[in-house]
């Protein structure tokens, strides 16, 4: 079936340097995409989203990147600081009410930033 | 603003029993909720959609009788999971739908069944 995986499942960074986190998407339908962040035993919580229409989107700190002719979204972070340690999930959808709002999720990556 | 609760955080019950979790949308009103399970170091399942006023729809290989969810109201979704096993130990999240395809978690409830 359709899938949404992530190339690295562990990222060490040092503190200061900027982080990027890839994530591949195999469904071509998808117009809707996600960064969650995740600390242990936490809930996910929400960084940034970008629709199928940018192929660029910029918050505070974070930027993501969709590359629809690959299938492929990136998160960049910024100057990297401890408290950014966590797991970070890409979650596709199709972007509309109902069903199609389901979200599916990447396997996850683990940051890591060291002093 | 779009803060999401669960209730317990933490629960250990004996085979058998049955647990109730609670996922409150705190600041706003969701007419879908979405519950997830998580086992250590995996990323997040959908188990079902609950939608507010009728019946959810269960994701293929969730057993509907095992786990039951009820969605009374737009801030409120349950979860329980009816003579617990083992196995059934999980992090189990809710979510909840503020626009149309944007969704924000509740904080987890970890279950051990003994």
């Known amino acids: 079936g359709e899938s949404v995986g992530l190339h690295l499942p562990t990222l060490s960074v040092q503190e200061g340097d900027n982080s990027i986190i890839n994530c591949a998407y195999s469904?071509?339908?998808?117009?809707?995409f996600i960064w969650y962040k995740q600390e242990s035993g936490k809930g996910p919580q929400f960084i940034i989203d970008?629709?199928?229409?940018?192929d660029k989107r910029q918050g505070q700190r974070v930027t993501v990147l969709l590359n629809k002719t690959v299938k492929h979204l990136s998160l960049q972070i910024a100057a990297t600081q401890p408290g950014d340690s966590a797991v970070y999930f890409c979650a596709e959808s199709l972007g509309l009410t109902g069903t199609a709002s389901k979200l599916t999720f990447g396997t996850g990556t683990r940051l890591q930033v060291t002093l | 603003g779009a803060v999401v609760s669960q209730h317990p955080s933490r629960v250990i019950c004996k085979s058998g029993t049955s647990v109730k979790i609670e996922c409150r949308s705190l600041?706003?009103?969701?007419?879908?909720m979405f519950w997830y399970r998580q086992f250590p170091k995996k990323s997040l399942m959908l188990m079902a959609t609950?939608?507010?006023?009728?019946?959810?729809?269960?994701e293929q290989g969730v057993e509907k009788d095992k786990f039951l969810i009820n969605h009374a109201s737009l801030t409120l979704s349950t979860l329980t999971v009816t003579s617990a096993h083992p196995e059934d130990s999980s992090f189990y999240i809710c979510s909840a739908r503020l626009r149309a395809d944007t969704q924000y978690f509740g904080p987890g409830t970890r279950l051990t069944v003994l």
């Open positions: 600041d706003f009103q969701a007419t879908t």
């Open positions: 469904n071509s339908a998808s117009d809707y």
């Open positions: 970008i629709r199928s229409n940018m």
């Open positions: 609950s939608n507010e006023g009728s019946k959810a729809t269960y």
